[in-house]
């Protein structure tokens, strides 16, 4: 993709998604992420009715008269959006890829983000750290995430969610909001997952196709694993093995639901075949209703 294109590309993502924080989101977002708590701003002097429990004595034996420490809520908040940029973000069977989708989504989160004043960073992962952007505000970082998002060409093809999780806990020693979009194709990341869900928020966000899930009856087939490249012959006319291969997913997902309750970690379901927007909807609500 040329520079031209690249920056059109930038836009339409820019605009689509801007509108949809706008007449959708707006609220949301500030009500179900709070801020860290109360920090102190600054101390005046004692006026009738202030609480007896502020006053800074400190400052009022100093002075010789009583004055009062002033709190305002810490707002600022950082949100990560850890994505998977493994190969098989590249399967898409209606009109955009698992890849395409996350990037939106991201930018929704990011202008969302930025629009309460929260700082936003980027890791993107395969089977090792391949593109970490530090946390800042403004709507010119958020277009640098967004194309690198779409134009980032990846150098491995596999996935390691684990070691993923493990240099976002390194990164990050402060609770931090980290949404962690995937199709999940992994194992071995549950211990990680639980550590670090307990000091920081963390959201899985998991893209799916059902084709992926379901095979046509079509006959003798090909199958080719995106990230390893091995390739497998399957007999779709065989009743059982396309119902064996439904069952393989179906658990998959079931075993990934469970391990996000154990862990106390919110997810959200995206099908790439249908709008994204209720989903996340629904998961703000649902967040909302939980305060």
């Known amino acids: 993709m040329d520079t031209r294109e690249l920056l059109k590309k930038v836009r339409q993502i820019e605009i689509k998604t801007r509108g949809l924080v706008n007449q959708i989101f707006s609220g949301e ?12 701003s600054e101390v005046r002097e004692y006026q009738y009715g202030d609480d007896i429990r502020t006053i800074d004595w400190n400052v009022s034996a100093r002075f010789n008269h009583p004055f009062v420490k002033i709190f305002e809520e810490e707002r600022e908040l950082t949100v990560m959006l850890v994505v998977d940029f493994s190969r098989s973000g590249d399967f898409g069977t209606v009109t955009a890829t698992k890849n395409d989708i996350a990037a939106e989504i991201c930018a929704v989160l990011a202008f969302s983000a930025i629009k309460n004043n929260d700082k936003v960073g980027l890791i993107l992962f395969t089977d ?6 530090p946390p800042k505000k403004g ?3 958020i277009l640098r995430i967004i194309r690198e ?13 684990r070691s993923a999780l493990e240099y ?5 020693k402060k609770r931090t909001i980290a949404f962690l979009i995937s199709d999940f194709l992994d194992d071995g990341y549950d211990q990680i997952l639980r550590i670090i869900s307990r000091k920081h928020d963390v959201i899985a966000v998991e893209l799916s196709d059902p084709r992926e899930e379901v095979l046509p009856e079509v006959g003798l087939i090909k199958l080719r694993d995106a990230e390893t490249g091995k390739e497998r012959w399957i007999d779709t006319s065989d009743r059982l093995v396309r119902s064996a291969f439904l069952t393989y997913w179906q658990q998959r997902r079931m075993n990934r639901r469970s391990l996000f309750v154990r862990s106390k970690v919110d997810s959200i379901p995206i099908r790439i075949d249908r ?3 209720k989903p996340i909807v629904d998961f703000f609500k649902l967040r909302e209703s939980r305060l």
Not at 168 to 172: Q, R, V
């Open 139 to 141: 709507r010119a970082h």
């Open 149 to 161: 998002l779409i134009s980032f060409q990846p150098s491995g093809t596999g996935t390691n969610i």
């Open 275 to 277: 709008p994204y927007i």
């Open 29 to 40: 977002y500030h009500s179900v992420f709070k801020g860290r708590g109360m920090e102190f």
């Open 168 to 172: 976002f806990n390194h990164m990050h």
């Open 128 to 133: 090792h750290i391949e593109k970490f952007v």
